[in-house]
């Protein structure tokens, strides 16, 4: 599989001094990171380490205590709305359950965003509709209804609705989730042409060992919070950190112990 080299010399996306706390606890602690243009970039790390949390501070949908995130040039945190509408236009969402709209055909999901966003006439939305249809391998799934297609293509129409605004930017909230190997890994090789051929930058959230690495450009771990270390796939498989080597080949035991009293879990939450 061809990669892209890991930077470009441009970043998208940077974040810097990122905090987010939920009473005590603080869910990301500093996160300092930049995601390159153009590229693939997988954020990952275990249950409760902050990569969900990070993902929606990264769309709009949180504010953080404390840092910036910058989109493109813009520093989004604090934005009126007007301009953070016009910044979200320069980015598309695949939601983990991807969805769609029950009463509205895989058509209508598709040319929603179109409807909402654009003065196009109705014979320019559906030649869209069509186009990126196309896109993702469902030529002629216009009039389907959601509950007619698989687990697997709904993610597919959810993706081409993703792209119907021709974003810079993509955000994939654990795009395998619910799939069996075989369509998660058609999801990943369709990850990688639209990143290549739409020259899209991609942001992947995901816990998925073999989907990352199949994927990703350029890897960043968090843990408690924090970004414990960035790198391109092979650095981060090849990484001397216990944490990481435990997370990567699923280990019950290392760095982070299989049994545990409730205090201790309890004490590293508060430290997060």
Known sequence: MNKTKLDNGKSIITVKGLVKRFGDRAVLDGVDLEIPDGQITVIMGGSGCGKSTLLRHLVGLYQPDEGEICIDGDNIVGL???????????????????????????????????????????????????????????????????????????????????????????????????????????????????????????????HEMKSAFRIADKMIVLHKGRVLETGSAEQIKNTANPYIQQFVHGEPEGAIPFRQTSEAYLKGLLET
Do not use: C
Not at 177 to 206: E, F, N, W, Y
């Open 80 to 206: 009126e709305t007007k301009k953070m509408n016009g910044v979200k236009r320069k980015f598309g969402m695949l939601f983990q359950g991807a969805a769609l709209f029950n009463s509205m055909t895989v058509g209508e999901n598709v040319a929603l965003p179109l409807r909402e966003h654009t003065d196009l006439s109705e014979e320019i939305i559906q030649i869209i509709v069509k186009v990126k249809l196309e896109l993702v391998g469902l030529t002629g799934f216009e009039d389907f209804m959601p509950h007619q297609i698989s687990g697997g293509m709904k993610k597919r129409v959810a993706l081409a609705r993703a792209i119907a605004l021709d974003p810079k930017i993509v955000f994939y909230d654990e795009p395998g989730a619910g799939l069996d190997p075989i369509t998660a890994s058609m999801i990943d090789q369709l990850i990688l042409d639209l990143s290549r051929k739409l020259k899209i930058t991609s942001v992947v959230v995901s």
